[in-house]
Every structure is written in structure tokens, then in C-alpha cells.
Nanobody
Framework: QVRLLESGGGLVQPGGSLRLSCAVS????????MGWYRQAPGRQRELVAT???????DFADSVKGRFTISRGDAKNTVYLQMNSLKPEDAAVYYC?????????????WGQGTQVTVSS
């Protein structure tokens, strides 16, 4: 069973930094892509950042220049480094991984980690 375990959320002051981590277990398949979404109260879930197996990345316009996404040496871990955090970055952040499933691909989700940005 594929499991995604997120960590690193918490309370940070505006302008501060946090690093979220996500460890994937339960699959020996090659990971096609990993990413992070977020959802704030009353808002739709939105894509924050993605990292494809070839190394290409993509970011929401709202976080470009402030957030970076990377994989760990073990390749089954993905990090989201968040700098210059703003109150509007506060949300539950979800890790995702895209894995082979049958003849196609399937997205797996973590349970989310809360990020609060407040003074």
C-alpha cells in the first residue's frame, strides 16, 4: 500500500521559512512526478509545485521565487522549501506522487500538514 508521510508544517511569522518533507513508501515503482498542493479554508485546492522525474519543475505564480521543490537522495522523498512566507500562504499542504497504475498513472495523496503564517 502506497503511503505518503508529510512533516514540517507549523506556525511561522510572516517573512519566515519552513521546509515540508514527504516520504513515500509502499511502492517499488519509478516515481513519475511528485508535488505539493495546498488548500486554505473556503478555497479550492491549488497546485503549488511539481517536480517531474526528469528534473523539471513548475510553480504556481504566487510562490515563484519564494518556494523550491526538490527530491532527497533516496528519491522517495520530496521537499518543499518555503521562504518569505506570507499570511496568504497559510493552508493545509498536501504531498502528491504520480505512480504507475495498471496501464496508466495514478496520483496518491498524503493526509496534509498545516502551515500557519501569523505574527
Amino acid at each position: 500500500q502506497v503511503r505518503l508521510l508529510e512533516s514540517g508544517g507549523g506556525l511561522v511569522q510572516p517573512g519566515g521559512s519552513l521546509r515540508l518533507s514527504c516520504a513515500v513508501s509502499g511502492s517499488d515503482s519509478s516515481i513519475d512526478a511528485m508535488g505539493w498542493y495546498r488548500q486554505a479554508p473556503g478555497r479550492q485546492r491549488e497546485l503549488v509545485a511539481t517536480l517531474k522525474s526528469g528534473g523539471s519543475t513548475d510553480f504556481a505564480d504566487s510562490v515563484k521565487g519564494r518556494f523550491t521543490i526538490s527530491r532527497g537522495d533516496a528519491k522517495n522523498t520530496v521537499y518543499l522549501q518555503m521562504n518569505s512566507l506570507k499570511p496568504e500562504d497559510a493552508a493545509v499542504y498536501y504531498c502528491t506522487v504520480l505512480l504507475p497504475y495498471g496501464a496508466g498513472l495514478r496520483t496518491y495523496w498524503g493526509q496534509g500538514t498545516q502551515v500557519t503564517v501569523s505574527s
